[in-house]
T-cell receptor, first 115, second 112 residues
Framework: DGGITQSPKYLFRKEGQNVTLSCEQN?????MYWYRQDPGQGLRLIYY???????QKGDIAEGYSVSREKKESFPLTVTSAQKNPTAFYLC??????????????FGEGSRLTVL | SQKIEQNSEALNIQEGKTATLTCNYT??????LQWYRQDPGRGPVFLLL?????KEKRKERLKVTFDTTLKQSLFHITASQPADSATYLC???????????FGQGTTLQVKP
């Protein structure tokens, strides 16, 4: 089945450690996104990529890094510089960035807890 | 900057009634506006998209309206069911960048 897969679903990390969240899609979508969701808040955009080997910062990029070496993969690294990393992380993809549909397909999310 | 506001208070209604959720935005009108459903601990799922030149869009028991004068979208679920209980998010585009910004969502609880 076509879809978008995030892993791991749950992740615990000690302060000072970097962690990488995986996001893979087999929908042949050009654009991919990472959002962060905190309780009672909407989704906030961390990074997005409209094409392979290119990505842009979203509204809360500080303390995060990404890469887009393959069309189907868009991993997110939460670095030790991120002051409050405990959150629910959502990866999404869409067909063609900038079109008038822009429907996002989301993964099931990764919940990161910093101990 | 563009902001979206959804009613942060939960909406509780009786089964069979119509649920109406509100999404207000500031500044410029987007080219389109989207609605998503999110269940606890899951990723959002796309429901409907409405373009700026459309007043209304329907899909089964769902209806979305878009008023660019009021800078508001309304999301209606008719004949609501307990299975409709979830958080509903509205989202709008930022120009033609492909970026979407989301409201904080409104939680709907449909009681049998």
């Amino acid at each position: 089945d076509g879809g978008i897969t995030q892993s791991p679903k749950y992740l615990f990390r000690k302060e000072g450690q970097n962690v990488t969240l995986s996001c893979e899609q087999n929908l042949n979508h050009d654009a991919m996104y990472w959002y962060r969701q905190d309780p009672g808040q909407g989704l906030r955009l961390i990074y997005y990529s409209q094409i392979v080997n290119d990505f842009q910062k979203g509204d809360i990029a500080e303390g995060y890094s990404v890469s887009r070496e393959k069309k189907e993969s868009f991993p997110l690294t939460v670095t030790s510089a991120q002051k409050n990393p405990t959150a629910f992380y959502l990866c999404a993809s869409s067909g063609i960035a900038g079109t008038d549909t822009g429907e996002l397909f989301f993964g099931e999310g990764s919940r990161l807890t910093v101990l | 900057s563009q902001k979206i506001e959804q009613n942060s208070e939960a909406l509780n209604i009786q089964e069979g009634k119509t649920a109406t959720l509100t999404c207000n935005y500031t500044n410029y009108s987007p080219a389109y506006l989207q609605w998503y459903r999110q269940d606890p601990g899951r990723g959002p799922v796309f429901l409907l998209l409405i373009r700026e030149n459309e007043k209304e869009k329907r899909k089964e028991r769902l209806k979305v309206t878009f008023d660019t004068t009021l800078k508001q979208s309304l999301f209606h679920i008719t004949a609501s069911q307990p299975a409709d209980s979830a958080t509903y998010l509205c989202a709008l585009d930022i120009g033609n960048t492909g970026k979407l910004i989301f409201g904080q969502g409104t939680t709907l609880q449909v009681k049998p």
